[in-house]
């Protein structure tokens, strides 16, 4: 099992914004498929991005409390939680992270719970940073 606090190397796809891994933050594939499902009346794609934006800092802080007081229930309910949204819309390396660490809580062992917290804290920053770009180009005229 790979451990969720070291950076990976391995570059993703399709979007330019790195996390500090050097990994793909975002594969805007996933999006443009969610768009395929979309009609003119809503847009599936902006309010799965807006419901991401104002729950990952709940997750995240409640994930982090979890964490902190080793109740590894509640880390797994919260990293599965995170993991779930993060692959809905295609931040791979978010739900990696977050798989890890669900994991890693389902055997009451993660040996560094602050690294682990601050690797997503990272990628979730770098990520709300890449949803922000994504939703700024689409507001744009063009």
């Not at 999006?31 to 009609?39: A, I, P, T, V």
């Not at 802080?61 to 007081?69: I, P, S, Y």
Request: aromatic residues 2%.
């Amino acid at each position: 099992m790979t451990n969720p606090h070291l950076p990976d190397a391995h570059p993703g796809a399709n979007s330019n914004a790195r996390n500090p891994a050097g990994r793909t933050v975002l594969d805007r594939r996933v999006l443009d498929e969610l768009r395929q499902y979309s009609d003119d009346s809503q847009d599936l794609v902006q309010e799965l991005v807006t419901i991401f934006l104002a729950d990952s800092p709940m997750q995240l802080l409640a994930l982090q409390q979890a964490l902190q007081t080793a109740d590894w229930e509640e880390v797994e309910r919260r990293s599965h939680r995170l993991k779930g949204s993060a692959g809905s819309i295609g931040a791979e390396r978010l739900r990696e992270l977050c798989q890890e660490i669900e994991q890693h809580a389902r055997l009451r062992d993660l040996s560094h719970p602050d690294m682990a917290s601050h690797a997503v804290k990272q990628e979730l920053e770098a990520l709300r940073d890449e949803l922000a770009a994504l939703q700024s180009e689409q507001e744009t005229p063009r």
